[in-house]
């Protein structure tokens, strides 16, 4: 970014603040690197320390004082395929998270999507008939540890399982853990589970300052998604995130079926909180197909 755009982007802020604006309203920041350094809002909640995968480092700690069952053996074929410390290497140059709205019907993205560095996508995402609308790749997929994996995915696609157990504590986390379905023949080399403090960081940190005292609320596994691949890309572009229809209902691009909307994740805020990134100019969020 220009030093000039930087003078007028800042001039811009102070006049939306002096106004007494919650959101901006004007984009500060066109990339990540940008954001860090001139969004204070964004430079003040994200945190490069804490790790963000599993190690064998963190088994001991994990394990003690468990009495859940196969777990270890599991965990140690695991983690004998990740980073030692636990980080990425080289930030991708851009990303796709691939939601599952259905307003990625008829919205041609896949192309798009395709052209980026590394595509996320989340649980349950079919490619097969409707790569001209969510693509063809998968770098890595975000799963919860009870989602079966899905066969279309390719030898080179990593498997990042999220324990939303671990909000609560290692055990509830463990107990997930050890009901991973991981296939006839598991190739462990694909799977990485997503430490348990760096889980704790994207609720802490990024979630639950916007939950009330008592509300029983946890992050959704598009929202972890979103904030792993801030620690992990220079540039993020949302396909496939929306807000509930006005009866509350969501549905996926896979299926024609009336979702209720699973209101312990928040969805008002979640739905607020990516506009907010996206007139931030941290993320850029396609509105999809509307009349899907």
């Excluded at 800042?10 to 939306?16: E, P, T, V």
Aim: overall charge positive; glycine content about 6%.
């Amino acid at each position: 970014m220009s030093r000039k755009h930087l003078l007028v982007s800042a001039f811009l802020l102070l006049l939306a603040i002096g106004a007494g604006a919650v959101y901006l309203t004007v984009p500060l920041c066109h990339d990540l690197a940008c954001a860090r350094r001139y969004d204070g809002w964004f430079a003040q909640k994200f945190d490069a320390s804490p790790p963000l995968y599993l190690t064998a480092m963190d088994k001991s700690a994990l394990l003690k004082n468990t009495h859940v069952p196969g777990v270890e053996e599991r965990l140690d074929a695991i983690l004998a395929y990740a980073p030692q410390n636990g980080r990425i290497g080289v930030m991708a140059a851009s990303c796709a998270v691939v939601g599952n709205s259905s307003n990625l019907r008829g919205s041609h993205y896949g192309h798009l999507i395709d052209q980026h560095a590394y595509v996320f996508r989340m649980n349950k995402a079919p490619t097969k008939g409707y790569a001209d609308d969510v693509g063809t790749r998968t770098t890595f997929h975000v799963l919860h540890p009870w989602v079966p994996l899905e066969e279309q995915y390719d030898k080179r696609t990593i498997h990042l399982v999220v324990s939303l157990g671990a909000i609560n504590s290692n055990q509830t986390a463990l107990q997930q853990l050890e009901d991973m379905y991981l296939g006839a023949s598991p190739d462990y080399s694909r799977l990485r589970i997503i430490n348990l403090d760096f889980i704790r960081y994207v609720n802490q940190v990024w979630f639950a300052p916007n939950v009330k005292p008592g509300e029983d609320k946890v992050p959704s596994i598009g929202f972890n998604t979103v904030i792993i691949a801030l620690h992990m890309c220079q540039k993020v572009d949302l396909f496939g995130f929306s807000a509930p229809n006005n009866r509350g209902i969501w549905e996926h691009y896979f299926e024609k079926r009336d979702i209720p909307v699973p209101m312990h994740h928040h969805p008002d805020f979640q739905q607020r909180f990516l506009e907010n990134m996206a007139r931030r100019g941290i993320i850029t969020l396609y509105s999809g197909n509307p009349h899907s």
